[in-house]
């Protein structure tokens, strides 16, 4: 089994939690932005332990502030992008659907992957989390270097010469390693009430 990150929502009228979406090997800055408004560390409720290793956030605030960094992801990126339009039209339609106060981010398993203690894992997350902004101008660094690349590679797309077809084929799988990798970063096409800890 995949070491992940699980992200919830919570009813507080019936302690209700659903889940909504999990990563492998990962965090992705999109759970970050949704659990980013009153950010509480508490203990997990996916693990028996009593430290403070998830965190929880603002539900309508969290949701707010993901479509804000959605709309300017369409702005910055909608040319460069294939099907971000209707990946950012999914992602809204989804959450449009959903009744709840708190978002609920449990990283346990990926913070069981390091020697570190979960509690100070899950602090200096929470410290992240804290800095949004920080991470958010982090990956808009890291977005437009992927983009260039993958534009690059678009641009010395093989048409001639020896060997042409083989080129053509290698060209073609790093085209998909490189779109793949900006899918992976977004994380918008795995919305999903179906995770592997049904709480």
Request: charged share 30%; net charge positive; aromatic share 12%.
């Given at each position: 089994m995949a070491n992940r990150s699980y992200l919830y929502t919570i009813r507080k009228?019936?302690?209700?939690?659903?889940?909504i979406c999990e990563c492998n090997y990962d965090i992705p800055l999109i759970f970050k932005i949704l659990v980013s408004d009153n950010t509480q560390m508490i203990p997990s409720?996916?693990?028996?332990?009593?430290?403070f290793i998830a965190l929880q956030g603002d539900f309508q605030n969290g949701k707010?502030?993901?479509?804000?960094?959605?709309d300017k992801l369409l702005s910055n990126y909608e040319s460069s992008i294939d099907d971000l339009v209707s990946k950012v039209e999914n992602t809204k339609n989804f959450f449009e659907t959903i009744i709840a106060e708190y978002f609920y981010l449990d990283c346990a398993e990926i913070y069981d992957m390091h020697t570190a203690p979960l509690e100070e894992q899950n602090k200096k997350l929470f410290n992240e989390i804290n800095n949004?902004?920080?991470?958010?101008?982090?990956?808009?660094?890291?977005?437009?270097?992927?983009?260039?690349?993958y534009?690059?590679?678009?641009?010395?797309?093989?048409?001639?010469?020896?060997?042409?077809?083989?080129?053509?084929e290698k060209a073609k799988q790093e085209l998909k390693q490189v779109k793949r990798k900006i899918d992976n970063m977004l994380f918008l096409d795995y919305w999903t009430n179906t995770l592997y800890y049904d709480i």
């Open positions: 009228e019936n302690s209700r939690v659903n889940g409720k996916i693990f028996q332990n009593n430290e707010i502030k993901l479509y804000h960094f959605l949004i902004h920080i991470e958010i101008e982090k990956f808009y660094k890291n977005l437009d270097d992927v983009i260039m690349e534009t690059n590679l678009k641009n010395s797309f093989p048409n001639k010469g020896l060997f042409l077809n083989t080129r053509k």
